[in-house]
């Protein structure tokens, strides 16, 4: 029975195309921008959430001036003087200490420029730098270690053709940095965006040798592990601490700034919630105008179709089964809305992160999906579809046979 | 001849309309009986009441006095819900504008009131090609209504009504809107379906030369039975 009214209604449906398509637009406006929305939002969580998994939850991050974002052009630097102190803090392991600079490099005829980054390769250092850079993403060869200072280590994209340059690097080649020769001693596997793919890593005595510079008086971000068992909160405060009377400044005029892992990953999410919630509260007014828009074509049907129901009921329909009729067809006008919008919602943020992988390179705008997203936003499109239906199917259920029938 | 149970029963029925402050008298105290099997033609000028007494006939209206009864069930005091049952069960509607559903095929107009009835499909598919057969239409089952004739679209809708083997057929003036050959055919099959199954027809018409070939004819007028107009 139910598969028959659904037949009849999208027989109705298909009777009317243009108005159906038409009525259907406020749905899928609003899923369209629901779904594509939620998805980067999502995809965006879940690149943050791996960053971090590789660095791990037990780090904290010293970067120089009052946010992260600010690191590259403040006026504080942060030193070997610092890490000194926070590798001195209560509850701290080790740390490592890494900045970096473009440079050009070259190799046979081919030149580029690309970032250069150095690490602290001592003792805890080089601890660091292998937990996090080697485990999850050694591809071939191994990392460079303190004392290499004519060795680098390269990533993904040198080991392909025509990407950094035309032809790819083999282990034991030797590039040209600022006109330094190195040696590459391994690669990094891929990470997915452009600029991790093309980094290349030298120790801190070789930057200091290509750049003319000490690394150790402008770090430009420290990864700090604290011990196991220890409070990462405690441990942060007593670093800040630590480093405020070194310098002596007061609380709050802190020319650095310390997160945990978690805190990272909190106010990131806290931002994230807000932009979801703000869209999603925009979308819904489209899906609310969606609704206003299925009621009213539901009503102009109802009238349209009084001759029909008299018909109906007359062989032999309850008003249940009228009800039932014009529910299902508003909520097939909700659900098909709901199906377009679907599609066009994840084929738009598929398409921002084709364009930004391509344009940025970074890896965080990415179109994420799941079921229960799809169910969701279907669920929900009929259900407004459903809802907005009700009042004129109500009326069409109630139309009396005799009238109906005589209705032209 | 022998006289049959008496299936449709009208005992002084009244249906009173209220057009503003006016009372108009559809049907004024009508009294009438249907035998089972008959064939009952009920002939009057418009404004006569034929078609109001066959929506109280057909269970689509309630009187405003008196009582029907439709094979020992009085349908007076009956709900919509009761009415509709009634209707889908022992009713099949013939109309003069054969009021097919316009966005469905011949077979599935044909299958919607045992849809209505909860038949399973298999039955409904069956049934509706046999009918269509009956009503030599086989061939025709895909068509929408606006793809058939008026005598195809009359015999799809006849087809219809004899989709849940009903107890009576009510066909309202069912040559009205066809011409004479068509119109013709579909008196034959009527008779045709009366001598043959025994199936309870009640015709309303206006044309003498429709009602002529029932077995018995009543005459309508003011909203009561008359020995002739």
Redesign the interface.
């Given at each position: 029975?139910m598969?028959?009214?659904v037949?009849?209604a999208f027989?109705?449906l298909?009777?009317r195309k243009m108005r159906a398509y038409l009525t259907m637009i406020g749905i899928f406006i609003g899923i369209t921008a629901v779904v594509a929305i939620v998805s980067l939002g999502q995809g965006l969580g879940v690149a943050v959430d791996e960053q971090m998994a590789t660095l791990g939850t037990d780090k904290i991050f010293v970067t120089p001036g009052t946010s992260l974002i600010g690191a590259a052009s403040t006026a504080a630097n942060l030193t070997e003087r610092d890490r000194r102190i926070i590798d001195r803090a209560s509850g701290v392991e080790d740390s490592l200490a890494f900045g970096f600079q473009s440079a050009k490099i070259e190799f046979k005829d081919d030149e580029a420029y690309v970032i250069v980054m150095a690490m602290t390769l001592d003792e805890g250092g080089e601890k660091l730098f292998k937990e996090v850079w080697g485990e999850t993403y050694l591809m071939d060869g191994r990392l460079i270690e303190d004392g290499d200072n004519s060795k680098a280590y390269l990533t993904y994209d040198y080991t392909r053709e025509d990407k950094v340059f035309s032809k790819s690097v083999k282990l034991y080649d030797n590039i040209v940095i600022n006109g330094h020769s190195f040696e590459v001693v391994g690669f990094q596997d891929k990470v997915g965006n452009s600029g991790d793919d093309q980094t290349v890593y030298i120790t801190s005595e070789a930057y200091e040798r290509i750049f003319d510079k000490r690394l150790e008086d402008n770090y430009m971000q420290m990864i700090v592990r604290v011990k196991e068992g220890a409070d990462m909160t405690a441990v942060a405060e007593g670093v800040k601490k630590d480093l405020r009377s070194d310098r002596g400044l007061d609380e709050g005029d802190e020319d650095f700034t310390i997160q945990t892992a978690e805190e990272l990953i909190a106010s990131f999410n806290e931002i994230l919630l807000i932009v979801n919630v703000v869209i999603v509260g925009i979308a819904s007014i489209s899906l609310i105008i969606g609704g206003i828009g299925i009621m009213n074509t539901m009503y102009t049907a109802v009238v349209e179709r009084t001759?029909?129901i008299?018909?109906?009921?007359?062989?032999?329909?309850?008003?249940?089964?009228i009800l039932f009729i014009f529910l299902i067809e508003s909520g097939m006008l909700g659900l098909v809305g709901g199906i377009i919008g679907v599609a066009i919602g994840l084929g738009i943020s598929k398409t921002v992160e084709i364009g930004n992988t391509l344009v940025l390179g970074t890896p965080y705008l990415r179109a994420w999906w799941s079921w229960e997203l799809i169910a969701a936003a279907l669920a929900f499109s009929f259900i407004v579809g459903t809802l907005s239906g009700l009042a004129p199917a109500y009326q069409a259920s109630k139309a009396?046979?005799?009238e109906a029938?005589r209705y032209e | 001849m022998k006289k049959n149970k008496v299936i449709i029963k009208l005992k002084d029925v009244w249906k009173t309309y209220t057009m503003g402050e006016n009372k108009v008298h559809a049907l004024r105290g009508l009294n009438l009986e249907v035998a089972e099997g008959e064939f009952l033609s009920i002939m009057g000028p418009s404004g006569s009441g034929k078609s109001t007494a066959m929506?109280m006939i057909?269970c689509?209206?309630i009187p405003s006095k008196g009582s029907i009864s439709l094979d020992g069930t009085d349908i007076a005091s009956l709900a919509?819900?009761d009415l509709?049952?009634i209707?889908?069960?022992r009713i099949g509607?013939i109309?003069q504008k054969f009021?097919?559903?316009?966005?469905?095929t011949a077979k599935?107009n044909i299958?919607?009131?045992m849809?209505?009835?909860?038949y399973p499909?298999n039955k409904r598919h069956e049934q509706a090609e046999r009918l269509l057969r009956l009503v030599d239409l086989h061939d025709r089952m895909d068509h929408r209504p606006n793809e058939l004739s008026g005598g195809q679209q009359q015999r799809v809708a006849i087809a219809?009504a004899l989709a849940?083997s009903p107890q009576v057929i009510l066909a309202d003036e069912p040559t009205g809107n066809l011409d004479s050959k068509s119109g013709g055919s579909v008196i034959d099959f009527l008779k045709k379906l009366h001598k043959e199954k025994g199936t309870t027809i009640v015709m309303v018409t206006h044309d003498a030369n429709v009602a002529k070939h029932a077995d018995r004819r009543e005459y309508l007028k003011d909203g009561q039975i008359v020995k002739k107009l």
């Open positions: 029975m598969k028959d009214y037949k009849i027989e109705n298909r009777h001759n029909e008299g018909i109906m009921k007359a062989i032999g329909a309850r008003n249940g089964d009396q046979p005799v029938l | 929506n057909g689509l209206d919509e819900s509709a049952q209707r889908g069960q509607f109309f009021n097919l559903i316009n966005t469905l599935e299958m919607l009131p849809v209505f009835q909860g499909e219809r849940v």
